[in-house]
């Protein structure tokens, strides 16, 4: 019974103590995260109320991203990530689209002295996609310009490692049609693993 109590005071210390010191260090260093999420254009969207809902014949998207130090609560980001939609090829005259999305966004930390550390970011992209008609891709080209904005939440779990959960706008709207619309603006729902150096 003591040794059980001891225990539980013990993990009671550590989560509260020793795992904040470890972590709050992490937002001062750089880092690389591995991202993975939903994006969900408004034009394309049959279930807007259904965040995890993926558009029709489209994939989660993946990507990386890359972090600066925090300097005075701001850092830049560094992302890049791909989404895709199949299946067009009875509404189209191209059986898949494929677009790219890199952007730059600066991340301003509201808390960094916590576990738990709230954050806004604001930022731009560049959007190059192709699309898929018979067995081959078109050439990779430059389709426009994104404007992102949104928040999230960093876990930091130890010293190198941490979670987090990202919710952001995108207002994308492409030089031409593209796939099945020009008009990509929609919500971006991201989770992402983060390594700090």
Same mark, same amino acid.
């Given at each position: 019974m003591m040794y059980t109590r001891w225990w539980h005071i013990s993990l009671l210390f550590a989560i509260v103590w020793v795992l904040p010191?470890?972590?709050?260090?992490?937002?001062?260093?750089?880092?690389?995260?591995?991202?993975a999420g939903n994006w969900k254009p408004s034009d394309l969207d049959?279930?807007?109320s259904k965040p995890f809902?993926?558009?029709?014949?489209?994939?989660?998207?993946? #990507?990386? /991203?890359?972090?600066?130090?925090?300097l005075g609560g701001l850092? +830049?980001?560094?992302?890049?990530?791909?989404?895709?939609q199949r299946g067009l090829a009875g509404r189209l005259n191209a059986d898949a689209v494929k677009l790219r999305h890199l952007a730059l966004d600066i991340k301003h930390q509201l808390i960094s002295t916590s576990i738990i550390c709230p954050y806004v970011t604001y930022g731009a992209g560049t959007i190059y996609g192709q699309t898929k008609a018979a067995a081959d891709y078109t050439k990779l080209?430059?389709? #426009?310009? /994104?404007?992102?904005?949104?928040?999230?939440?960093?876990?930091? +779990?130890?010293?190198?490692?941490?979670?987090?959960?990202?919710?952001?706008?995108?207002?994308?709207d492409l030089k031409e049609k593209t796939g099945l619309t020009q008009k990509y603006s929609g919500p971006k729902l991201t989770f992402k693993l983060h390594f700090f150096f």
């Amino acid at each position: 019974m003591m040794y059980t109590r001891w225990w539980h005071i013990s993990l009671l210390f550590a989560i509260v103590w020793v795992l904040p010191a470890t972590a709050k260090s992490s937002h001062s260093r750089g880092g690389v995260a591995l991202l993975a999420g939903n994006w969900k254009p408004s034009d394309l969207d049959a279930q807007p109320s259904k965040p995890f809902a993926r558009i029709e014949g489209a994939n989660y998207f993946c #990507g990386l /991203a890359l972090l600066t130090p925090e300097l005075g609560g701001l850092a +830049l980001q560094v992302s890049t990530w791909q989404w895709q939609q199949r299946g067009l090829a009875g509404r189209l005259n191209a059986d898949a689209v494929k677009l790219r999305h890199l952007a730059l966004d600066i991340k301003h930390q509201l808390i960094s002295t916590s576990i738990i550390c709230p954050y806004v970011t604001y930022g731009a992209g560049t959007i190059y996609g192709q699309t898929k008609a018979a067995a081959d891709y078109t050439k990779l080209r430059h389709l #426009g310009y /994104a404007i992102n904005f949104g928040a999230g939440v960093d876990f930091l +779990l130890f010293q190198h490692w941490g979670i987090a959960g990202e919710y952001q706008y995108l207002y994308a709207d492409l030089k031409e049609k593209t796939g099945l619309t020009q008009k990509y603006s929609g919500p971006k729902l991201t989770f992402k693993l983060h390594f700090f150096f």
